[in-house]
Structures are given as C-alpha cells and as structure tokens.
C-alpha cells in the first residue's frame, strides 16, 4: 500500500538538543498528522495540520504543513529523555479517510 | 488512555487458526479503523466501518473480515492464519466531522486503542 517517506529512520541525540523530522509524498494530502508510539501503546496524536502553510505549535513540539500538500516536518526543542519513542507521520486525503503513516523514526535521548 | 479498548492485550495461535479481535470505540464514536503494524510494512490500513456499515477498504487479505456491530464495537477475523500474518492489530475510533479552529477545516481525529499483539507459530 502507498507509504510516506519519513526520515531519518532514527536519531540518537543528547538531552537538550534539538530534533528534527519530516515527510514527503508523491501525492497531496488534506491533513497531515504526527503522532507517537510508546513500547506496549497505540499511536498518540500529538500536532495536526489541516491547511497548506500552517505553522503549529504543541509545547517543545513545532510542525509545519508544506505549501505544496506534498510534506510536513516535526521539530521538538530542547529534549528530554521522556521524548523517546518512534514518532509517525500520517496523512489523511478526506475529512473522514483512512490514515497513510510514514514508517516512523525512531528516536534515542541520552540524558 | 485514549478511550478504546482492545482485547485480548496478546494472542498466540498456530497457523491455519482462525481468531477474533475485539473493538470497543470511544463513547459516541461511529467510526472504527482496523489498521496492521508490522515491522517490514510499518502502519497499514485494513477497512474502515461507519455507523455499522463498510465506509472504506485498505489492504485487508480475503482471508480477513470485519463487522461493526449495533453497539458500535467491532470484530476483526482473522482466518487461515500464516506466519507473515504475526503482527499488532490497533484500532482506531473518530467521531463525526468536527470543524478545526485555526483554518475552520473539516477533520476527524483518530484515537487508537493499545493494540492486539498476534503472534503465529
């Protein structure tokens, strides 16, 4: 089935730093969503985007929907060891679809 | 805790067995989304009912099905289990259109329940 390309596939970064993470796709997408897995969890909501352009923020967490519906990144500042887990991005083409998910990246802090 | 429930937490059969996982939606969600974690294939959607009714199809093998049931929860059955088919099951349940605040956009937000490990041998 049809995939994003979410890179990089993991991250192993000191506490405190910043992070870094985006998405792309060959076709466009009414929304863009990231999310993040725990061991044992579902997938977490974390920021959703619902318009070209847009810049939202959720605490440490910053993501931005690509002018040209095709991509999306996820930055988090400042990182804290509770940052670990395997983030997702997810796109959705109608109000009502189903979700398409990047195959995650994984991400390591070191205290 | 997002609100959907999953059962059972873990799953071990052998192959060629068929097993049922269970669903139980958000209070008030009509819709219930069946998706496949896999490690080669990552996140995959499987089918989607509304209402008790087939809204959208994915990926899902002939070998699975679904149903939504009255009260909203759902089943997946999964027959004629292989090797490949090992996997965590999640579930996700939305309500009906909402309107996002910021650009005034039609959205659903998906709540995933913790999964069902299946594991074949």
């Known amino acids: 089935g049809q995939q994003l390309n979410q890179s990089p596939q993991s991250m192993f970064i000191q506490e405190g730093e910043d992070v870094s993470m985006n998405c792309t796709s060959s076709s466009i997408f009414n929304t863009w969503l990231w999310y993040k897995q725990e061991p044992g969890e579902g997938p977490v909501l974390l920021i959703a985007l619902y318009k070209a352009g847009e810049l939202t923020s959720n605490g440490r967490l910053t993501a931005q929907f690509g002018i040209t519906r095709k991509d999306s990144f996820l930055n988090i500042s400042a990182s804290i060891p509770s940052d670990v887990g395997i983030y997702f991005c997810?796109?959705?083409?109608?109000?009502?679809?189903?979700?398409?998910f990047g195959k995650g990246t994984k991400l390591s802090v070191k205290p | 805790d997002s609100g959907v429930t999953q059962t059972p937490k873990h799953l071990i059969t052998a192959t060629g067995q068929r097993v049922t996982l269970r669903c139980s939606p958000r209070s008030g969600d009509l819709s219930v989304y069946w998706y496949q974690q896999s490690l080669d294939q990552g996140l995959q959607f499987l089918i989607q009912?509304?209402?008790?009714?087939?809204?959208a199809k994915g990926n899902i093998l002939e070998r699975f099905s679904a149903q939504q049931f009255p009260d909203l929860h759902s089943e997946l059955n999964l027959s004629s289990l292989e090797l490949g088919d090992s996997a965590l099951y999640f579930c996700?349940?939305?309500?009906?259109?909402?309107?996002?605040?910021?650009?005034?956009?039609?959205?659903?937000?998906?709540?995933f329940g913790p999964g069902t490990r299946l594991t074949v041998l």
């Open positions: 009912y509304y209402n008790g009714e087939e809204r």
């Open positions: 997810a796109g959705q083409k109608g109000s009502q679809g189903n979700l398409i």
């Open positions: 996700a349940s939305s309500a009906t259109i909402g309107v996002a605040p910021k650009s005034g956009s039609s959205y659903n937000e998906q709540f």
